[in-house]
């Protein structure tokens, strides 16, 4: 148990933690232009060393936000200069979930248009279940982008409301109800054969590989490949995976 604690511990302490010259400002141009396919900048985080973590930062409203663990802080003193950096306060501490997946999916910049899709006919409402374990491959905003450019018709279908039923078919392939799993245990399913179970349709398959130097986490379905671009936002009652495609 003290074992465990002490791990956490050094986690929640590493989000806080960037080892990222030169330090970030709340008006860097990282921030409010960034390049990434995701659209929005990230660091990993500092240890423990072996992290998988990333932090991530946007600007809204005029304020910058931050993201670790997936938990989202509003950064209320910003830029307090110091001889070896900068010091952000913030309004939340990091890594420690506090919000359900509907209200990671109400607040998140990246998830805007699948939580306005799950509007219809009230699809979001059973994330709302704390009782109940859920773990959501969510296209990003980016993702949904491109199905406007590739099947701009199809979009429009979905988008206007009147065909809720195959807006909930499709994000019924990205839900599995009942367990809260991270992405290691998603890979580790698709290892041992059985891939990730999804509310509608044959499971997903879940693989690692690395490019450029750094290991790429994909998500395969009939000819449809998504790359998975931020992972393990934890939330009070399971796990979102952020993919850059949607699986149709």
Not at 74 to 87: C, K, L, Q, T
Not at 124 to 144: C, M, S
Request: charged share 25%.
């Amino acid at each position: 148990m003290d074992g465990k604690i002490s791990a956490d511990a050094e986690r929640i302490l590493g989000l806080h933690f960037i080892d990222h010259p030169p330090a970030i400002l709340s008006d860097d141009v990282r921030v409010t232009r960034p390049q990434d396919d995701s659209g929005m900048f990230s660091v990993p985080a500092m240890y423990p060393e072996d992290s998988d973590d990333r932090v991530w930062f946007w600007s809204q409203d005029g304020k910058l936000h931050i993201d670790g663990g997936g938990i989202e802080a509003e950064v209320v003193e910003a830029n307090v200069g110091a001889s070896n950096g900068v010091i952000h306060s913030i309004n939340r501490v990091l890594g420690i979930p506090r919000d359900t997946i509907y209200d990671k999916l109400a607040m998140d910049p990246m998830m805007s248009k699948t939580f306005d899709l799950g509007k219809q006919e009230h699809f979001n409402d059973q994330l709302k279940d704390g009782d109940i374990k859920f773990t959501f491959l969510v296209p990003t905003d980016q993702a949904w982008d491109q199905i406007k450019q590739d099947f701009a018709t199809a979009y429009k279908v979905l988008f206007m409301g009147d065909f809720f039923y195959q807006v909930h078919h499709i994000l019924e392939r990205h839900l599995k109800v009942g367990e809260k799993l991270s992405l290691h245990e998603l890979v580790k399913d698709s290892q041992d054969g059985k891939g990730f179970q999804v509310m509608r349709g044959s499971p997903l398959q879940l693989s690692e590989q690395e490019e450029n130097g750094e290991m790429v986490t994909t998500v395969s379905y009939d000819g449809i490949v998504a790359r998975v671009v931020r992972a393990n936002i934890e939330c009070t009652n399971g796990y979102i995976h952020l993919i850059d495609r949607v699986v149709m």
